[in-house]
């Protein structure tokens, strides 16, 4: 290929949307902090949006290299290469466990009989022809999908204000316990999940059809998708009220399920399944088109040599859990604890290492 | 040594294995070029040779040479023959061979077009034009005057893209009026008219036109460069041209639009886009198109733009039923019965009750059977329609429900369906879907509501990766231009649309002057530049 691919900053501002929307609206995040939940939303999101500007500034001072080139550079090439390779495994793990909920949650809304093998194989499959297809491809889907999401968000909002079922007042007291339990349900958890998976553009601003990092961009991008979630978990508290929403698994299906106890719309369950399906889908593609671009960057092939492995790493990892329970208890848990590693550490030292190379060059 | 003569033989060999002999120049002896033309072209009895030789000494002998059916026999009696016997000049006793070919170049023949050919490779498609041969005796040169006028259809209301307001003439047969009719409503010196000739055989005339300074010159170097590429014998429609010429040949989306209207032709090309004028076919290309392309009809911009908005989202919506509805129908029947109310669900298992067919067997059996009415509805004499219509509706539809042999449901989502499909102005990307759907069925019979998403995607990232000469077929959506999105799913109105509203990789132009929203009468003080002048008034 003559010409690199390039995506505009559009582009890139509605990818971070989409990703970020993922299907993070369906859960109940900080759910710990009851009805204080969005709070620590906010908490969370500010807490991504420091660490968004870091990655910023590490992309600011490292133009033209994406994170595997910046690990080389500042790790040195062996043990940058290692780290890199790792990071790659880490996009695939991320990528696997989107697949895997995927799998769980279609054999639990739509497709009780079929078997996941073949539903995640689909899936799988279809992040493979985009990628196949290439980053212009792949940085299309967004602004296409997109709109249809946040329409069908927008409908279920207006229906469900319209029925009356928003009621603002489960959202009080609020801070009953102070500001400490919406600290802790907002660190790390919220953090990691959505908005410290933020590390991913690092491998994709290189992207940009400009040097640099689209700051204007990326930053409106993720402070209005900030806002959209945090509205969005504020609003299944005020529908379902906090004990519900903070049981359940899907509660944002709950609260679209409240629509047809309301008699006025029997089952709007296929906005939600659709929503659900687009946003892991574009995360899904995305941590697998990282993980692809990482190791054929690492191994000095084109990328597409690496599309159907990595396809197949992911799809037979995504059967290594048990059951639906193990694959929430090594979410929660072992993986919770890994992600501030990839998500905070690493670049903090890669700032640290900029940083400090700045100041040895400014002096020498 | 057994592949030797193969390989000399394909290299030899004429791909489309049409008789090319070299070059032959005319010889001095007219009765030897005679021959040689017979020889050519056989005896057929619509080719007409007349001789002539005049009174003077020595006579000046001259042949002419045309096909009956495809002159004028006005022209070439009176422009052509008559105007040589009677001219006095050349009836003279003194007169060269020589200079009675100069007289008659330059000054008898009164006909437009007149050329001079020295062989008869040059000489024979001319004759083939309608143009009419002058050969002389003792001159290794003859001369071609135009005289062509065949039988032409008039120009009629287009049949396949009709319209409530707007033009009501559509393109022809005749190449030659299709540019015409474009040059009619494009008085610019900037309208180019390229012409090619393709296919050995039919050696059918081509006209790429375009407006220079609009149309991305990418693009026409690369339609010029497919265009010249091509290597048949037959290019009987445009569709030879757009199959030959489009990108990606295997996808179920059209690349190229077709077109009976000069009007759309002149607004597409008015938006950078190319035009491919084919003689012998009534229907046009346009080059480069985009998905959205599809949707937008010519009459979006002659009715008011909030109910041509309003179409053109009910245009869409179409697309999306009659591609989803029966496999909506069979996903939901089949596997998610729970989304549907219970009153509904009861009323269709009540239907459903006596049918002997799962529903994907149903719905493709009533998908099959639209499409051979359909098809019986193209093919069948005028004459006997109304019997096909009562066969149709009566016993395919209501007799069949009411035998129990499929449900009423099914009929009502079949008929949806097929109707839908019609909104859709763009016959080529009707058809595809048609096909779509019922890849799109067996997903849903196979998968339910997830095969269906599954396949959209398919669909989104195929077209998001397909291109048509160099352009995304998605722009301008993916890759996103919002200030283009104004003639995409809704039509602002004329004086919104300041600048060209498609990426066409054509630079992007203002076509208006900006500020012409119709104002109240007080601004009228002071005019605005942009009013509209008096015609005749000075140059515009």
Redesign the interface.
């Known amino acids: 290929m003559v010409n690199k691919e390039q995506v505009?900053s559009?582009?890139i501002a509605?990818m971070i949307m989409l990703f970020e929307i993922g299907s993070t609206p369906l859960f109940l995040l900080g759910g710990t902090a009851k009805q204080d939940s969005w709070l620590a939303m906010c908490a969370g999101s500010a807490a991504g949006f420091a660490l968004l500007l870091v990655l910023m500034w590490i992309q600011h001072r490292s133009p033209g290299t994406d994170l595997i080139g910046m690990l080389k550079a500042h790790f040195g090439t062996a043990p940058g290469a290692f780290i890199g390779a790792v990071y790659s495994l880490y996009f695939a793990y991320q990528s696997m466990r989107n697949v895997r909920d995927l799998g769980e949650l279609?054999a639990m809304t739509?497709?009780p009989r079929?078997p996941m093998a073949?539903?995640m194989l689909?899936?799988v499959l279809?992040a493979l022809?985009?990628i196949w297809?290439?980053a212009?491809?792949v940085f299309?889907?967004p602004?296409?999908?997109l709109p249809v999401m946040l329409f069908f968000y927008f409908l279920l909002v207006v229906m469900l204000s319209i029925m009356g079922a928003i009621d603002l007042s489960r959202l009080a007291p609020v801070m009953e316990g102070g500001l400490m339990p919406v600290l802790q349900a907002a660190l790390p958890e919220i953090v990691s999940f959505p908005f410290g998976q933020m590390i991913v553009f690092l491998m994709l601003w290189t992207l940009w059809e400009k040097p640099g990092v689209p700051v204007k961009y990326t930053v409106n991008a993720y402070l209005l998708i900030s806002a959209f979630l945090i509205f969005m978990n504020a609003l299944n508290v005020a529908v379902l009220g906090p004990a519900i929403a903070g049981v359940s698994q899907l509660p944002f299906l709950k609260t679209v399920r409240v629509l047809s106890n309301l008699k006025f719309v029997?089952?709007l369950?296929?906005l939600v399944?659709?929503q659900l399906?687009?946003g892991l889908?574009i995360k899904m593609m995305l941590f697998y088109f990282c993980s692809v671009k990482a190791l054929a960057e690492l191994t000095g092939k084109p990328a597409k040599w690496w599309v159907f492995p990595m396809g197949a790493v992911i799809y037979g990892s995504s059967f290594l859990e048990r059951d639906y329970t193990q694959h929430i208890a090594v979410g929660l848990g072992p993986s919770l604890k890994l992600d501030p590693l990839f998500q905070v550490a690493i670049p903090l030292l890669l700032a640290l290492s900029i940083w400090v190379r700045g100041r040895l060059q400014r002096s020498a | 040594m057994p592949q030797e003569p193969k390989k000399s033989r394909q290299t030899t060999k004429d791909p489309v294995e049409t008789s090319v002999p070299a070059p032959l120049p005319l010889k001095l002896s007219l009765e030897d070029n005679l021959q040689e033309f017979s020889r050519r072209i056989g005896s057929s009895s619509d080719i007409v040779i007349r001789h002539y030789k005049s009174e003077a000494k020595p006579p000046l002998t001259l042949a002419f040479i045309y096909i009956d059916g495809l002159v004028n026999a006005d022209t070439v009696n009176q422009a052509v023959l008559q105007s040589l016997m009677e001219n006095s000049t050349l009836n003279g006793d003194s007169i060269t061979t020589e200079a009675a070919f100069n007289l008659i170049k330059e000054h008898i023949l009164p006909v437009g077009g007149v050329k001079e050919a020295r062989t008869l490779e040059v000489l024979l498609p001319l004759l083939f034009d309608g143009y009419t041969l002058i050969l002389f005796e003792g001159l290794q040169v003859a001369l071609a005057a135009d005289t062509s006028g065949w039988e032409k259809r008039s120009i009629n209301e287009p049949t396949s893209q009709g319209v409530i307001r707007g033009p009501k003439e559509g393109f022809t047969e005749s190449l030659r009026t299709g540019t015409a009719m474009l040059r009619r409503r494009l008085k610019t010196a900037d309208l180019r008219i390229e012409e090619y000739t393709i296919g050995q055989r039919t050696g059918t005339g081509i006209a790429l036109v375009y407006l220079k300074g609009l149309a991305s010159e990418q693009v026409l170097t690369e339609i010029r460069r497919r265009l010249n590429a091509i290597n048949t014998d037959a290019i009987l429609e445009s569709n030879y041209i757009e199959e030959f010429i489009q990108d990606g040949g295997l996808t179920p989306f059209p690349t190229i639009q077709n077109t009976e209207r000069p009007d759309a032709m002149a607004g597409g090309i008015l938006e950078g886009q190319v035009g491919i004028v084919i003689d012998g076919t009534p229907f046009a290309l346009l080059a480069p198109s985009t998905f959205f392309n599809f949707f937008q009809s010519s009459e979006d911009y002659y009715q008011r733009y909030d109910i041509s908005s309003f179409l053109r989202l009910i245009r869409y919506g179409a697309f999306f039923v009659s591609m989803l509805l029966p496999a909506l129908y069979i996903a939901v029947t089949t596997f998610h019965q729970e989304m549907l109310p219970t009153t509904l669900l009861i009323s269709l298992a009540a239907q459903r009750e006596g049918v002997p067919l799962p529903a994907f067997a149903e719905a493709l059996l009533m998908e099959l059977t639209f499409d051979v009415l359909r098809e019986a509805g193209v093919r069948m004499p005028r004459t006997i329609g109304p019997a096909i219509s009562i066969v149709g509706a009566l016993v395919l539809g209501q007799a069949a429900v009411q035998a129990g042999l499929v449900s009423a449901a099914m009929v009502i989502v079949v008929s949806f369906t097929a109707i839908s499909n019609f909104v859709i102005p763009s016959l080529a990307i009707a058809n595809s879907i048609r096909l779509i759907r019922f890849v799109m069925m067996f997903i849903a019979a196979s998968l339910g509501l997830f095969g269906i998403m599954s396949f959209l995607m398919v669909l989104l990232i195929h077209m998001a990766g397909l291109r048509s000469f160099g352009v995304p077929y998605l722009s301008p959506v993916a890759p996103m231009i919002p200030r283009y999105l104004k003639d995409i799913f809704i039509r602002v109105p004329l004086w919104g649309m300041n600048m060209r509203p498609k990426t066409n990789l054509g630079k992007e132009t203002r076509r208006q002057s900006p500020h012409q929203k119709p104002q109240p009468a007080e601004d009228a003080a002071k005019p605005s530049p942009a009013q509209p002048k008096p015609q005749g008034e000075g140059p515009a």
Request: hydrophobic content about 55%.
């Open positions: 505009s559009l582009q509605f279609t739509m497709l079929t073949i539903t689909v899936f279809l022809y985009a297809k290439g212009e491809v299309r889907l602004e296409v999908l029997e089952r369950d296929i399944t659709i399906f687009l889908l």
